[in-house]
């Protein structure tokens, strides 16, 4: 019995086999290894991304507290960045005293990122309630400011003198340009 196979047949016969061949030696040799790699790094990509989105939520949340926090102390965060002016501190608060008088300016120390001065005052004031409105109105003035204790008040006659120390922070600028040109 003849077997009657065109050579085109056999042709396409030998081209299958070889690509069948090539096909199965291709995918045992790379597609299968790879494919235990795409599993490794498929799941060490959602622990990656798990955790990513873990950061980037605290980021968030930290981001928006920050947020919070700068538009409710924006009076504050601007006093720090302002110069003390003594004359402007004596226009702005002269209404509460019959007289206020300010010592020199002595810087008390910079080792901080905050510059502190100690400001001698004394004033005369005829009622300690106004005294009180000017602690008030120090509070809502442009600058840091914090009233050192004692406070000594003396009466003399109509009128209580008062002297006492505060202080004045502002921020260190030359301290804060060398940190930013480290970073």
Do not use: C
Request: aromatic fraction near 14%.
């Amino acid at each position: 019995m003849k077997i009657n196979i065109s050579r085109q047949h056999i042709y396409l016969l030998s081209m299958l086999t070889f690509f069948l061949i090539f096909v199965l030696l291709f995918s045992f040799a790379v597609l299968i290894p790879g494919g235990k790699e795409y599993r490794k790094d498929r799941i060490e990509l959602k622990k990656e991304s798990k955790e990513f989105r873990r950061y980037q939520n605290f980021h968030d949340d930290v981001e928006a507290r920050l947020k919070e926090l700068q538009s409710e102390n924006r009076n504050i965060i601007t006093a720090f960045d302002a110069t003390f002016d003594p004359y402007r501190f004596q226009k702005q608060h002269r209404n509460y005293f019959s007289a206020l008088t300010l010592s020199e300016l002595s810087k008390v120390s910079d080792d901080d990122e905050f510059i502190a001065y100690e400001v001698n005052t004394t004033s005369e004031i005829s009622s300690p309630k106004s005294f009180y409105e000017f602690l008030d109105a120090v509070n809502k003035s442009d600058w840091i400011i914090s009233v050192e204790f004692p406070i000594n008040f003396k009466r003399n006659s109509e009128m209580i003198k008062s002297s006492f120390t505060m202080k004045v922070y502002s921020v260190n600028n030359d301290r804060n340009s060398t940190k930013k040109v480290a970073q």
